[in-house]
């Protein structure tokens, strides 16, 4: 009876022996008749994948059928499904005639995809621009891969004289993607642009643009940062991105900041000392306002709204050192208004705000003056300006 156990599981393990050489050669079949499928005109590549796909549910690794299946996905314009079964290719593993089809064919993609995509991107076409670029620089890692998988040093050197394109690629990839509002495609291509190249200008301003635009605030202040590092001519409006993602992050502090940092860049923006000086005064820090808008009107000495938000503020800075009792401070103050003033009446002499404000602060310095005579006299002059404003207003050729 052991005996005839033992036969059994012998003929059992050579009949199981015998089945594999049978399926190998089902596959070589398989094979053998998808190649001539593909080979016929015009080809048959129903059949052939029909085939491939088999040989592939008996053997997933199988090397030549992944090769074969991805030529047929990159002649059907499957470039997606081409990729999946390239990488899983070994290219040592191939024939020569084919290792020579499978370089040539991922160069050629390299260039029609590249060139299609500039098209694309010069017709406005970004979503299409993006993919083909996606395309031109996919083949070319996998181009980049195969060379140096060979070992040697002229593939090595074409390789590495391929990075150079590759990068361009993600860059137009990233800024096409950007323009059709892929901000994630567009994200990864640049940031993958900026590992490879850290002082690649146009990576990170364009990654200020993909932060900005998908309200990742810190990035969008590192990118910033790294844009204004890196750029001789920094364009105004990365400065105000990053203050708005400084006010995003309610850093108050780093705002005031990045506005200074943006005048002495940009020293003749009159918007600068403007909004500057304005959040200033929301917090009541008067005299910081008044030192922003005293640096403006010395850059800009003939901005009438520079003057005007400067003689405001020396006013209001009057009245709290008058109400907080620093009558010298007030004085002072007080004093600052009327000259701001008076230089706005020189190039607007009908401007009914600043005979308001000389009004305003004549009287400020006759409530703070000891002597009746020049208070007397102080309070006349605020009254003939407010007699002025409303003159002005009422006759309709104030300004």
Known sequence: MFLRKVAVCVLF???????IPVAADAQKIELRSAKIYIREIPPQTDKAMALLETALEKDPGNNDAHYLLGLIHYRKGNFDLMFQNWEAVTFDDLDKKDKEQFRNTLGSMIRTNYQTGQQSFEQEKYADAAQFYGRSVNATS?????????????????????????QQGYLYW?????????????RMALETLAEADPDKFEA?????????????WDKVIIASDRVIELSEAVDLNTYLIKRDAYFNVADTANV?????????????????????????????????????L???????????DLLRYLGTNYYNKGLSDRDAGNVEAASAAFNGAIESMNKLLVLEPKS????????????????????????????????????????????????
């Not at 996998?142 to 590759?166: C, F, H, P, V, Y």
């Not at 020293?267 to 008044?290: C, F, M, T, V, W």
């Not at 102080?378 to 207003?393: P, V």
Request: aromatic share 8%; proline share 1%; glycine share 8%.
């Open 13 to 19: 393990a050579l009949g199981f022996a015998l089945l």
């Open 142 to 166: 996998m181009l980049q891969d195969i060379l140096r998988s060979i070992g040697k040093k002229n593939e090595a050197e074409e390789a590495d004289n391929l990075e150079t394109a590759k």
């Open 174 to 186: 990233g800024y096409a993607a950007l323009n059709a509002e892929d901000y994630e495609g567009s």
């Open 204 to 216: 990170w301003d364009g990654l200020v643009r993909v932060y900005y635009n998908t309200q990742v």
């Open 256 to 292: 005031i900041t990045t506005y200074e940092q943006a005048m002495e860049a940009f020293p003749e923006e009159k918007s600068l000392y403007r909004d500057l000086g304005s959040i200033h005064s929301s917090k009541n820090n008067l005299e910081q306002a008044i030192e922003v």
């Open 294 to 304: 005293e640096k403006g009107t010395a850059a800009l000495p003939e901005d009438q």
């Open 352 to 399: 009914i705000e600043a005979h308001d404000v000389l009004g305003d602060a004549y009287v400020g310095l006759a409530s703070i003056e000891t002597d009746d005579a020049r208070k007397m006299e102080l309070f006349t002059k605020g009254e003939e300006h407010q007699k002025t404003k409303m003159e002005l207003i009422t006759s309709g050729a104030g300004m």
